[in-house]
């Protein structure tokens, strides 16, 4: 199922508040700077036309949510519906994922991470451009705070196994932990248009969950050390 051709964009939208190039990033992730709010922050790679953004910046209002998307048309589409909703804790920078990661996010600074339908690059001399490769999960590892998770869902079975099978080599990611399927509520009640036309086809979507645990050593600390309160 390939992408349909976007709506148009309303000329008069606003979108500086939610729309950024990566080109023009400051040298590191600052959240408090770039929200202007403090806030625990989860990161979408592959945001598409936004649909999780800006459903899950209304439904959570205290947290932050931060779309990669490599696609200008996409990124910005992505923008404009989070300007409409004039979501001040949601915003999209195009941009490489994976350079982002690498570059710009600091260690410990996302409380979840997001990767939904990402393109499984069929032919097999292609799959290393996949984006959840070695490095990419070492980078999540490292980014990840305490107890963060990692959320990612795909219609593609292979993609799906290979990818249980890499993050315990590449990482102490605990998990797979299930994630059930939840009838939606209503027709966008999906985490990305590509998650409703999957269903609405009746396809399967395989989804999973892992966490960076406490080390288990700074756990026990937490637990010996006499509160300095």
Same mark, same amino acid.
């Given at each position: 199922?390939?992408?349909?051709?976007?709506?148009?964009?309303?000329?008069?939208?606003?979108?500086?508040?939610?729309?950024?190039?990566?080109?023009? &990033?400051?040298?590191?992730?600052?959240? !408090?700077?770039?929200?202007?709010?403090?806030? !625990?922050?989860?990161?979408?790679?592959?945001?598409?036309?936004?649909?999780?953004?800006?459903?899950?910046? #209304? &439904?959570?209002?205290?947290?932050?949510?931060?779309?990669?998307?490599?696609?200008?048309?996409?990124?910005?589409?992505?923008? !404009?519906?989070?300007?409409?909703?004039?979501?001040?804790?949601?915003?999209?920078?195009?941009?490489?994922?994976?350079?982002?990661?690498?570059?710009?996010?600091?260690?410990?600074?996302?409380?979840?991470?997001?990767?939904?339908? /990402?393109?499984?690059?069929?032919?097999?001399? +292609?799959?290393?451009?996949?984006?959840?490769?070695?490095?990419?999960?070492?980078?999540?590892?490292?980014?990840?705070?305490?107890?963060?998770?990692? +959320?990612?869902?795909?219609?593609?079975?292979?993609? %799906?196994?290979?990818?249980?099978?890499?993050?315990?080599?590449?990482?102490?990611?605990?998990?797979?932990? /299930?994630?059930?399927? #939840?009838?939606? #509520? +209503?027709?966008?009640?999906?985490?990305? +248009? %590509?998650?409703?036309?999957?269903?609405?086809?009746? &396809?399967?979507?395989?989804?999973?969950?892992?966490?960076?645990?406490? /080390?288990?050593?700074?756990?026990?600390?937490?637990?010996?050390?006499?509160?300095?309160?």
């Amino acid at each position: 199922m390939g992408r349909r051709a976007l709506p148009k964009i309303d000329p008069d939208l606003d979108l500086s508040r939610h729309f950024l190039e990566a080109e023009n &990033l400051p040298p590191k992730l600052d959240p !408090a700077a770039l929200f202007g709010r403090d806030g !625990a922050l989860e990161v979408e790679v592959g945001s598409g036309k936004g649909l999780f953004l800006a459903a899950a910046s #209304q &439904l959570h209002p205290q947290r932050n949510f931060l779309g990669i998307e490599i696609s200008f048309k996409y990124a910005r589409y992505a923008a !404009a519906r989070l300007a409409k909703l004039r979501s001040p804790n949601a915003l999209i920078i195009c941009g490489d994922g994976l350079a982002l990661f690498r570059n710009w996010i600091g260690d410990s600074s996302l409380a979840a991470i997001h990767v939904y339908f /990402p393109d499984p690059w069929w032919k097999k001399r +292609h799959r290393r451009r996949r984006v959840l490769n070695e490095t990419f999960l070492k980078d999540v590892e490292r980014t990840l705070v305490a107890g963060g998770l990692l +959320h990612f869902w795909t219609d593609v079975e292979e993609y %799906f196994q290979t990818t249980l099978e890499l993050i315990p080599r590449a990482t102490r990611l605990a998990g797979p932990l /299930p994630v059930s399927e #939840q009838a939606p #509520q +209503h027709d966008l009640d999906y985490r990305t +248009h %590509f998650e409703r036309r999957t269903r609405l086809h009746e &396809l399967p979507v395989y989804r999973a969950e892992f966490r960076k645990d406490v /080390p288990a050593a700074l756990s026990s600390a937490s637990i010996d050390k006499p509160s300095d309160r």
